[in-house]
């Protein structure tokens, strides 16, 4: 079954960085949007960052500038790298993509999600 297995979270100082990484693997066909979503106990969860298939990205406007998003199509997997980190980006965050299996139509798959926590 196609699956997305995060790994890279962890606990970091403000001002430090962090690097996710999100692979998928399966029977995959091919994989459209990616991104990233972040979640705090209590509120909703919030998009990061997207990537499309041919590159182009966009992000929330509290991680512009710092955060990067980028992906390797040869490897399915979507990376996250999260620089100049503030105690408010503290989060579990969860990877997502759209992707097509090859015995399966299109739909969206999540990450098991992983704690980044910045300390002060």
């Known amino acids: 079954q196609v699956q997305l297995v995060e790994s890279g979270g962890g606990l970091v100082q403000a001002g430090g960085s962090l690097r996710l990484s999100c692979a998928a693997s399966?029977?995959?066909?091919?994989?459209?949007?990616m991104a990233w979503y972040r979640q705090t106990p209590g509120k909703p969860r919030e998009l990061v960052a997207v990537?499309?298939?041919?590159?182009?990205?966009n992000y929330a406007d509290s991680v512009k500038g710092r955060f990067t998003i980028s992906r390797d199509n040869a490897k399915n997997t979507v990376h996250l790298q999260m620089n100049s980190l503030k105690p408010e980006d503290t989060a579990v965050y969860y990877c997502?993509?759209?992707?097509?299996?090859?015995?399966?139509?299109?739909?969206?798959?999540w990450g098991q999600g992983s704690q980044v926590t910045v300390s002060s």
């Open positions: 997502n993509a759209d992707i097509r299996g090859k015995f399966s139509s299109l739909r969206t798959y």
């Open positions: 399966g029977s995959i066909f091919s994989i459209n949007v």
């Open positions: 990537i499309t298939s041919s590159g182009s990205t």
